[in-house]
């Protein structure tokens, strides 16, 4: 397949190739197009001849070429300026074209599936941001980029291990079950036209990003849109001489999450008081004696402080990008290339990631009716993470009164025989290397001046190379003879390819006629993924440098396995947009689908969409009232979306092999291993929004509103089974959930004078709830006692925060008398479970709702200040109304060997402190941690995500040194965040549980940008 | 504009060019990775591989965390979930509460399957389909017996059903579910044969049915039924005790005259992991997950037959492995036991080495180690041990036998003969009991040495629940090894439980929280 991959690429470079040689020759028209406020030039301004696709942009100073002739209207737009519009008098005389500054914004070409609308006509849900909005912060990806830039989109950047994602994106709430191994909430990612991951992608090459969000606009992407969809546009070439542009940035991260362990005098009595409400045995280590001569001790290595990790392990890191990107052209051809180098260390030993990519966006005007773009994106990723998966676990858990490293180099070793630093440093590395490679032909051709029809086909390739290997070795900590081993080293490598393959067909018809604009799509899609994998298995090398797998012993040790797997895709679609004098919109859209993914009736399903919207600004009462409005507009629509993610293959009962012998001999076992449902088919979603926008006081204020109510039903759930049935779980379309909510934007902008300034605030409120569940369910999930337990169940939000409902502690003996208790032998300072159900027992049965891990409120807030050559620009952003349940040892009091917090030093119950943090300290007993609305800690946070100080190099400067412009920045990122769960020095995005994951961080950015 | 329709041409003639080769219809995807049910129950192989997967979801390492929630044994760390249990702060939602019930659920199922499907077979070959059946309901009867022993009662599925059915189903009184076991045990023993050769030796044979029939009846009370099939298993001829206790679980005596019933393993494909999880930490970083208790290690009497409490027994304190019974040393590494890597074993605090109680989590708490399955001949690759899982052996047919006709209070030379077998086998030579026992001295005796034949195998939480002693036995503190230090002798004792039992309710464990809320009509069991 591969190969086959290749040949289509070279013969699309062959054809580009040959058609190079038979361009023809044809009247050009230059120009140049300044700013008519301060006579700069415009860069980036879009230069077309009407009627055709013809089209250019102008370079950095403001220039364009572009073929035509006497007689020919030119359209030049800018994002931010009034488009104009130029007969051509005579094509042989340069033009200098003066743009006006826009009044608003709503000029601007808002990117919409399978098209592009200008804003003012906009009848759905959209949001657009643009692409120098997403580079001003330093991101590591465009996930994070996202955050806090458009309302309804609820970006969780749970920081993340360096080229892993840990990012949540959600459009408008949860729709559906995380349960399906599939199957998410996820919006669709398409990039050009082409479904593909917004992870890796490079945040320079993005030209706008649109967020569509109501099912007007999603619609037209039918089975996938149920979540929304993101569009990704990247920058192409512009015509002119060649522009060359550097822009790069050198970063130092540093941990967010420094939670600090309770001192250590303070902790060695409170093990004491432990062990004793326990009525254990004082064990040595806390008898006065050792607790005396280890608070007096100078030699730390003897005597080691308890639990320094997120103080010793944790280093601050470089990271750095450097982009640089070519664009020129002309009236035949345009091209932009652009590389990419990023280098990401990690804030421990043996983390870190690694980017090199190369895109070539090329476009070739073949005829003037004719256009070829061809796009080639190549990225190489490697991000690297010791073997041990443990690290941040072992910061908290098992590891106390280990010494980090000893001065000869050996590791000091826990009770638990661990140490974190040990398992960065020694345990060996888990390395993903992926290639990457996207491939795109489209051909747009001009039938009739309103008659347009395009091709796409695209490859994206996909090729993982994971490679991890173990150590084999051996720590002896000489001062508490205690030995680590990990007797043999062992190698897995896997390599997994995966091929999707697009082909896209679009006719679109435009026509003005007097007052009525008619606007139609028509196209049809196709879509086939193919992937294969594969895995080895080897250990016991003949020592830690030999690293190829043919190397390990050739045993019944090693060991292979393999995937196959493919599903397809075949939809047409319409759109159909009709405007009467700009005053009345109506748009329809339709799309049917097919999936591989289901089978019989079910293959196919249908999505409709309606949108409308009055411009009531236009009308000619609204001029008679005089309000100090100059742009009004209502819009609403409906819309059905569906989601496919269902597990493949579901529609049938399959069997799958195992192994089992008999009398020394091997012997083959076959069981049935899901449940078959042969009727499974599409989530559906069904949304209503309404929407009104607003510029107000002349166009300086805008305002805009959208209310939304979207339900999915028939929610293809991995429904848990009574295992009675054999089955622990299957796949079905069972359950409804709806999302409501509102959005608001509010943007304030002031260009009149040398200082600028531009505040741009959004607000989402989204209220999640389970309709049905078929009369399946409650679902209750959780993974083990200790840790958060989540309920789907009617009526409350999905994946509920479910647990004990508490009412303070036990005061006294009287009161543990007179009350139910959760185990034997409560005491005076134990959690007081309230008994729900009075029962007069404390049981599962006494669970409800203690939380709702989803923000209901997300917000943004950026501004931008600009004086003269300065510009300040900063983005605040949050949630609230989140719940977030913490567990392990941050938690667990002392009750374990875990990391115990400061925070409970003198905070727990005693007589004196009956309304203290903190219960009865119990040694080994955790009947006061389990999940309880105790532990649910409000996740709301509002935090300065990012500040950016920038000066612009003077022109006369950069004149002198022979560039075109410079400037240089310096940044922070995550730099103060309000928020409770600072004082368990904890990040307020991180999800419910243990914090044993990579800790968010801080960056410290220098930045550079140079255009040649 | 012929240009323009040419490059058009070109362009879509790449574009199908590639798109016909990859795929003819992108909507009709056939999985090669699975096989359908569709295509299955063709052949006598299909019924084989079938079957076969009954026998891969029985019991093995699990058996240990039952034992180790007794008073015989202790969850040694206080993370492993189970340690809840040991100290009675567990409910309903405990995972192991869920994962025991599953699996027997499981198993009933693929055996369910097996049984009705197998008929659309075609094949002449009827007496194997009657093997294979019988198989079948021999394999889900014993899951039944550990459901009804853990859970009282339970849904009584005898087909696959649907979601639908699995929503609403019921409880069976647990009579019910014993009756159902002895019908199914008794109409399979007579359609199997006595043994298997080969590469079929370890299926279920007559012996293992009507063994299993005499365990489940000992266990519901019904003690007629349980010597009576106790008595045939002994009649069969088939099966007797090996010389040496000391090499039950080893790789010689896979498939011994001792072994009724077992989960069988091989290196290199289907492997347990016996040893990591229970070997003591010294060896290879083994995890020790539980660990026999001072309650187990005083049980065992002197060489000379004698409690180590009777004055004249000889024993003494500061030697106090020697001269006991020799199962103790075959059960369970002891202080200077030599162990698999060939250093000896010394949990004494303070006495160095890499066992030493305290020095890690993972360390022993009570100063032993189990010894049964965790043998020399694994050390080399410690995770993936080959050696069979026994699940039913001859001695415990022997010992109900005995109990069975002690409790029906039919004492005669046969069930004197029962237990002495097991006393005196020749590398245990314990003194045979002397005749003329009271009903009362043989129940304590015959329930003693079930204790210490089959300590760690799986069947002691069982006992205590039917005898009704665990709430004597399963309180207070968790005791290990007694050592000297210097002249004083020092108890260990386990610095972070204390065993609880609640006798009003934990004699059954509850009803799965995740299997009531699905379905209600569960109901729970008392005290819950």
Known sequence: MISKHKKLLLTVWLSIGLFCTQLYAQTTIKGVVISASDNKPVEGATVTTKGSVKGTQTNANGEFVLAGKTGDQITISSIGYSSQVIIIKNAASSLTISLAMAKNDLEDVVVVGYGTQKKVSLTSSVSQIKGADLVRRPVSNLQQALQGQAPGLTVLDRGGEPGRSAATMRIRGITTFSGNSSGNSSPLIIVDGVEQTLFTLNPEDVESISILKDASSTAIYGSRAANGVVLVTTKRGKSGKIQASYNGYYAIQQSVNSPEMMGLEDYMRYQVLAHTNQGLAIPARYTESSIQSWITATDREKYPLPNTWFQTVLKAAPQQSHNFSFSGGNDFSRTRVSFRYMDQDGIAANYGANIRELRMNNDMQLSPKLKLSTDINYRYNLSKTPFSGDVFNRFIHGTLFAYPKYADGTYGLSQQTSNPLMLAEKSGYNKIATHYLYGSGKLDYEILPDLVFSAQVSAVINYAETKAFQNAYINYDAINARTFTVANNTLTEGRDRNTELTTNYLLNYSKKLNKHELRGLLGYSELYNQGTGLSAYRERFYNNDIQSIGQGANDATKNNSGSEYKYGLRSGFTRINYSFDGKYLLEGNARYDGSSRFTGDNQFSFFPSFSGAWRISKEKFFDDLNLPISDLKVRGSWGQTGNQTVPLYSYFASLSQGSYSFGGTAAQSFSQTGLADPTITWETNDQTDLGLEAQLLDNKLSFSVDYYKKRTSGILLALPLPVVTGFTSSTQNAGIIDNKGWEFTLGFKNNQHKFQYAINGNLAINNNMVIDLKGAGPFINNSYELDPRYIVKVGLPFNAHWGYKTDGYFQNAADVASYPSIAPGTKPGDVKFVDLNKDGKITADDWAMIGNPFPKYTFGLSSDFSYKNFSLNFLLQGAAQVDTRLSGGITEIGIAEAFTHKMVANNYWTPERPNAKFPLPRKSDFRNVGTSDRLIIDGSYLRLKNVQLMYSIPASICKKIGISAARVYVSGTNLFTISKLNEWGLDPEADSGRATYYPQTSLYTYGLNINF | ?528
């Open chain 2, 1 to 528: 504009m012929k240009r323009n329709i040419k490059y058009l041409g070109c362009f879509l003639a790449i574009v199908g060019t590639v798109f016909q080769s990859c795929k003819k219809n992108v909507l009709e995807t056939i999985p090669n990775d699975r096989v359908s049910s569709e295509i299955y129950w063709k052949t006598e192989a299909d019924a084989r591989y079938a079957v076969n997967s009954i026998y891969a979801n029985l019991d093995a390492t699990n058996l240990f965390v039952l034992d180790g929630i007794t008073e015989i044994g202790h969850t040694n760390t206080v993370f492993t979930v189970e340690y809840n249990i040991e100290n009675g702060t567990y409910d309903a939602s405990h995972s192991r509460i869920q994962t025991e019930w599953q699996t027997a659920y499981r198993s009933i199922f693929l055996a369910n399957y097996v049984l009705e499907n197998i008929d659309k077979i075609k094949t002449t070959n009827t007496a194997l389909i009657n093997q294979f059946k019988s198989e079948a309901r021999v394999l889900r009867a014993y899951a039944y017996m550990k459901l009804a022993g853990l859970y009282g009662d339970v849904p009584l599925i005898k087909t696959t059903i649907t979601t639908t059915d699995g929503l609403a189903a019921t409880r069976s009184k647990v009579a019910d579910v014993w009756s159902f076991i002895n019908k199914e045990l008794t109409e399979a023993s007579a359609l199997l044969p006595n043994s298997f050769s080969g590469a079929d030796r370890g299926r279920v044979t007559k012996g293992t049915a009507l063994a299993l029939k005499a365990r489940a009846a000992l266990w519901s009370g019904d003690f007629a039924t349980a010597s009576a099939a106790a008595k045939s298993v002994m009649d069969l001829n088939v099966y007797n005790l090996i010389a040496e206790y000391g090499k039950l679980f080893t790789y010689a005596n896979e498939n011994s005259v001792e072994v009724v019933f077992d989960k069988q393993f091989l290196v290199g494909t289907n492997t347990h992991n016996a040893f990591a999880f229970m070997g003591p930490y010294s060896q290879k970083s083994s995890g020790s997950t539980f660990v026999p208790t001072k309650d187990l290690a005083d049980l065992y009497t002197m060489k000379n037959g004698k409690a180590i409490t009777d004055a004249t027994s000889g024993f003494d304190p500061k030697t106090p492995y020697t001269n006991r019974d020799p199962r103790m040393r075959f059960t369970m590494y002891v202080d200077g036991d030599p162990l698999p890597s060939g250093i000896p074993f010394k949990p004494v605090p303070g006495m160095g080495g890499g066992d030493e109680i305290g020095k890690t989590q993972y360390n022993t708490t009570t100063g032993f180690s189990l010894k049964k399955y965790v043998s020399a001949e694994d050390f080399a690759n410690h995770v993936a041990s080959g050696l069979n899982f026994i699940l039913m052996r001859y001695a415990e047919v022997l010992l109900t036998y005995a109990e069975a006709k002690i409790e029906q209070n039919q004492i005669d030379a046969t069930v004197y003969d029962a237990i002495n077998k097991v006393r005196t086998r020749s590398d245990v030579g314990l003194p045979a009991l002397v005749t003329g026992m009271t009903q009362a001295e043989l129940r304590a005796a015959v329930r003693r040495e079930r204790v210490l034949e089959l300590a760690f195998e799986g069947i002691h939480l069982f006992d205590i629940r039917r005898w009704k002693t665990a709430q004597q036995v399963m309180t207070g503190p968790v005791k290990g090894i007694t050592y000297y230090s210097g002249t004083t002798p020092v108890t260990v004792l386990v610095p972070s439980v204390i065993k609880t039992f609640d006798a009003s309710k934990h004699y059954l464990w509850p009803i799965p929280q995740k299997e009531k809320t699905l379905n209600p009509a569960l109901g729970q069991n008392p005290g819950w």
